[in-house]
C-alpha cells in the first residue's frame, strides 16, 4: 500500500494528533450540545416558514440575557429534553389573546401577521396571558384549530430560537 494513502487513513497517533482529536471532542460536545443543538422538524404547523421534515439548529443560548420577543420563532422543551416545538411568540405576559373569524386580535386590537401565509376561520374566545408565561401558535391557520398544539407556555420551557 502506497505510503501517502496509509497515512492518510491510518494516521500514526502522536502527541498532536491526539491532542487534535481531543479538543475536536470537546467543541464538538460544547457546540453541539449547549450552543447549537441539531433538530429536525416535524409537521406542519410552521409552514409555509419552516418546512416538515426540514434541518435546522437550536440557538440555545439566544435568550440568556433577553426575554423572547412579540413574533419571534422560539423552540420548546416538549416532553422532556427530547421533543422540542417549533412555535411563535404572538402575545406576551398580561396581554389578552383571541382569534375572530381567523384574524389575530391582541387586547382588543387586530395584530397584522405578514407570516401568515393561509387563510384561516378560527375563532377563540379572549385569554389573558398568565404571569411567567407566553402565548405562543405556529404559522399554519389553515389547519383546524383542534389540531393545532398551542397556547400559553411558560417562558422556562424556552429552549431557544432556530438558527435560520
Same mark, same amino acid.
Not at 427530547?82 to 381567523?102: D, I, N, S, Y
Given at each position: 500500500? #502506497?505510503?501517502?494513502? +496509509?497515512?492518510?487513513?491510518?494516521? /500514526?497517533?502522536?502527541? %498532536?494528533?491526539?491532542?487534535?482529536? !481531543? ?32 434541518? #435546522?439548529?437550536?440557538? +440555545?443560548?439566544?435568550?440568556?440575557? /433577553?426575554?423572547?420577543? %412579540?413574533?419571534?420563532?422560539?423552540? !420548546? ?88
Amino acid at each position: 500500500m #502506497n505510503q501517502r494513502i +496509509k497515512g492518510f487513513f491510518f494516521p /500514526s497517533l502522536t502527541p %498532536r494528533f491526539l491532542i487534535r482529536v !481531543i479538543l475536536v471532542g470537546v467543541l464538538s460536545y460544547l457546540v453541539f450540545g449547549h450552543i447549537l443543538t441539531p433538530f429536525l422538524i416535524r409537521g406542519t404547523s410552521m409552514e409555509p416558514t419552516y418546512r416538515d421534515g426540514g434541518f #435546522n439548529f437550536c440557538v +440555545k443560548v439566544r435568550y440568556l440575557f /433577553s426575554e423572547p420577543k %412579540r413574533c419571534d420563532v422560539v423552540a !420548546i422543551r416538549f416532553a422532556g429534553n427530547q421533543r422540542m416545538l417549533l412555535k411563535r411568540v404572538v402575545a406576551l405576559e398580561g396581554e389578552e389573546v383571541e382569534f375572530r373569524k381567523g384574524k389575530l386580535f391582541i387586547n382588543g386590537k387586530p395584530f397584522d401577521e405578514p407570516y401568515v401565509q393561509y387563510p384561516c376561520d378560527w375563532n377563540l374566545p379572549p385569554r389573558r396571558v398568565e404571569k411567567g408565561c407566553l402565548y405562543v401558535i405556529g404559522d399554519n391557520r389553515s389547519m383546524p384549530i383542534e389540531e393545532h398544539l398551542f397556547g400559553q407556555t411558560r417562558i422556562e420551557r424556552i429552549v431557544g430560537s432556530p438558527l435560520w
